[in-house]
């Protein structure tokens, strides 16, 4: 009974429900998903399989029936709390979810606080970059109360209509859209002429049927002339088969929320898409999975950028260089703007509402893979995050670029 008075959901609203409205991060969404339990069972028994279920999916009163469901992720994979796909036209062709045709569910289970996906989408999306529209839920597996999730937009033909706009003549934009796969530590080398290895780590996403040389050829070209051209020649080299302002900025934010599993990230490589507009051959940034941000106030400004190859050779032309530090200071005063001495910033204003808006559910989240203390603990620190981490990014901006030092 407790559980149900705590996550009591909204009752169906009178006009027509969106998708904007499923990813309203302002409420507690309730989602229930039913599937026979047998099925549920061997999902969470086979979790690193990804293998789809036929379930009905239930959102304010709407309703998806037969739609597939399975295990996904890499390091989020869970055998109590797993991360789902669902894909509403798997078993039903042509079925789609107000207006989507699939829907991912975070699982949370590498981030105590709830929030650091979340904000993080937020964040990039206030900044500018392209990224998924993301809300928190209460999910429900046939009636039994299974955990907070977050729900995320796919990165799909969708999201591209939302974020790009349609063509010139006012067709679908139907570039071409793939997904980074980390399929080991890679820092951009050059693997070679053939096209199989830059199949493993850049999934496509869209024109799938299409020949090798039309989908992976562009990617080699782009990766062997990021190792061929040297810093001062990237410009015109590179640039015109990647958005290097974008991607600069792509990076600095990244590093302002902490985020050490990034494009500049610890381990290589991870959590991103590439996007190429049709009849053009320049590849744009997608923000995704930045579930392991808010690392550390402390966090260094310049992290991992030497052994990234690309990377190290834009931080060497000054233009870019430049540019990386002045997003860092449009970082802070993005997550500063609004803040007085009783009031806090864009930032910590944002990651304390969603904290609210999910605290009873978290608690009483029952497949949650670490304590109460250390939620809590989480709560806690994410709460003092961002005025630290934009005051020590501010000293090191200032440091690194000679200009007045922090007081």
């Not at 964040?123 to 529209?133: E, I």
């Not at 090798?212 to 562009?218: F, G, K, N, Q, V």
Request: aromatic fraction near 12%; glycine fraction near 6%.
């Amino acid at each position: 009974m407790a559980i149900a008075c705590a996550l009591s959901a909204r009752g169906p609203r009178l006009h027509a429900q969106t998708a904007a409205d499923l990813f309203d991060g302002h409420t507690l969404q309730r989602l229930d998903i039913d599937l026979h339990s047998a099925d549920w069972a061997k999902l969470r028994q086979e979790f690193q399989s990804n293998q789809y279920y036929p379930a009905d999916i239930t959102w304010n009163g709407i309703k998806a029936y037969n739609a597939g469901i399975r295990s996904r992720g890499a390091g989020s994979r869970n055998q109590n709390k797993p991360s789902l796909k669902i894909d509403f036209n798997y078993y039903a062709s042509g079925q789609s979810y107000l207006g989507l045709k699939s829907l991912v569910l975070d699982n949370l289970v590498q981030d105590p606080s709830g929030v650091h996906e979340t904000a993080s989408m937020w964040f990039m999306a206030r900044l500018g970059v392209p990224a998924p529209r993301e809300s928190h839920a209460a999910v429900y597996v046939d009636g039994v109360y299974s955990g907070v999730y977050a729900l995320v937009e796919p990165i799909d033909k969708n999201l591209i209509a939302r974020v790009f706009g349609n063509d010139v003549d006012g067709a679908q934009n139907d570039g071409y859209l793939y997904e980074f796969n980390k399929a080991g530590e890679w820092w951009l080398s050059y693997l070679g002429p053939e096209l199989e290895p830059y199949k493993r780590y850049f999934e496509a996403r869209t024109h799938e049927t299409q020949p090798d040389e039309t989908l992976y050829r562009p990617i080699e070209l782009l990766v062997r002339l990021i190792n061929e051209k040297p810093a001062e020649e990237l410009n015109e080299a590179v640039g015109p088969y990647l958005d290097l302002r974008g991607l600069t900025r792509f990076l600095a934010i990244q590093n302002f929320i902490s985020e050490i599993d990034g494009f500049a990230g610890k381990w290589g490589m991870n959590n991103f898409y590439l996007y190429r507009l049709p009849q053009q051959a320049q590849h744009r940034i997608i923000a995704w999975d930045d579930d392991l941000a808010f690392l550390d106030p402390s966090y260094d400004v310049t992290s991992f950028q030497e052994t990234n190859i690309l990377v190290k050779k834009l931080m060497e032309v000054p233009e870019y260089r430049a540019l990386y530090f002045q997003t860092l200071g449009e970082a802070i005063r993005s997550s500063l703007e609004g803040a007085t001495p009783s009031e806090p910033g864009a930032l910590e204003s944002e990651i304390r509402r969603e904290l609210d808006v999910i605290d009873g559910a978290m608690l009483l989240d029952p497949v949650r893979p670490y304590t109460e203390t250390e939620y809590v603990d989480a709560r806690e620190f994410m709460k003092q995050f961002a005025p630290r981490r934009a005051r020590y990014v501010e000293c090191e901006v200032a440091r690194l670029t000679g200009a007045r030092p922090c007081q």
